[in-house]
């Protein structure tokens, strides 16, 4: 049997509802018609004739029946998808809405990976302000595969942070703004005993390592650089990618030494008891940048946002040039 794609269109656009989509989510979630129904305070059966009504519009099963609950078909994972997002653009438009009701011009959902320096996001939303443009913001901060993946399905509007090499990046775009070299530091004073002398690896490997979470771009650079000088690679003391975290622990712990994308460094060092050892490193890290949807038109929020990085993206520290 023939796919009619504007046979299927006419019966979406004619009959297709939100409660449909999210009735929908919910059988995803849930697993089961049974719970879902429960979930959403209707019959099983109820939910099951909507559902056997929305199979009919697509055309096919969007669910794969078994024992052991419901699964989406190859059909129904590309609906699902949709409906995410769908769900989520409505969700956005009542926040637009509300923004606008509290006389603003919009909101944005804005995810923000780690290592990025703090004057990125300020520095950007203070420019794309002017003209008039008084946007509200929800920040979200969390691993870069997961703020992607809610960039992919329309949970976030735009991503701020460093490339990812991550596979997950289907129907994204990346603009980079800037590179940055990684920066050694250190306690001040373990700093002040280690800059007296040749920087020795081994004596280095033996100190207490504070490194970004395992399989990521920084810790694998962290551990070539022992691997490259025929040494073990150090058990770290703590794994964090949470910069004031990783200062206050370098501030309080004389053994203590990391490497870190220089805009951090910087920051951190002008707290007290933390400096910046002067060596530069061969590599450079990955660059500074956001991440869009490369599907649809961007609202005008989006690019008055992204206009905005690629605007402040000059104002960057001069300071990186001194050790690079």
């Known amino acids: ?26 059988i995803r979630r849930h697993g089961s018609l049974t719970r879902a129904a429960e979930h959403m305070a209707i019959s099983q059966p109820a939910l099951t004739n909507t559902l056997n ?9 969007l669910f794969e029946r078994s024992a052991r609950g419901m699964a989406p078909t190859l059909l129904g994972r590309v609906v699902l998808d949709h409906a995410q997002a769908m769900v989520q653009d409505l969700d956005h438009l009542v926040r637009d809405m509300d923004a606008v009701a509290g006389g603003h011009t919009a909101h944005l959902h804005i995810g923000v990976t780690p290592f990025v320096p703090s004057r990125v996001l300020p520095a950007a939303l203070q420019q794309a302000a002017r003209d008039g443009r008084r946007l509200t ?76 979470p395992s399989a990521t771009y920084l810790r694998e650079q962290v551990a070539s650089l022992f691997v490259e000088a025929g040494l073990p690679v150090p058990r770290p003391v703590m794994e964090s990618d949470a910069a004031r975290l990783i200062g206050e622990m370098l501030a309080a712990n004389e053994r203590a030494v990391a490497i870190l994308p220089a805009d951090i460094a910087e920051e951190l060092v002008r707290g007290p008891g933390v400096t910046i050892i002067p060596y530069s490193f061969a590599w450079s890290l990955p660059p500074i940048g956001f991440f869009t949807r490369n599907t649809g038109t961007p609202r005008m929020a989006e690019q008055w946002f992204a206009d905005a990085l690629r605007t402040v993206k000059s104002a960057r520290p001069a300071e990186h040039a001194a050790l690079s």
């Open 1 to 26: 049997m023939g796919f009619d794609a504007g046979d299927v269109a006419h019966k979406l656009s004619n009959r297709l509802k939100m409660r449909h989509l999210a009735l929908l989510l919910q």
């Open 53 to 61: 009504d929305l199979e009919g519009m697509f055309g096919a099963p």
């Open 137 to 212: 913001v929800t920040v979200q901060g969390g691993p870069g595969e997961l703020l992607l993946s809610q960039l992919q399905d329309h949970t976030l509007d735009i991503v701020v942070g460093l490339a990812s090499p991550t596979p997950s990046q289907e129907g994204l775009n990346f603009y980079a703004l800037y590179s940055q070299p990684p920066r050694l530091i250190a306690n001040r004073r373990l700093a002040a005993r280690l800059t007296r002398q040749r920087l020795d690896w081994r004596r280095l490997a033996g100190l207490d390592w504070i490194m970004s």
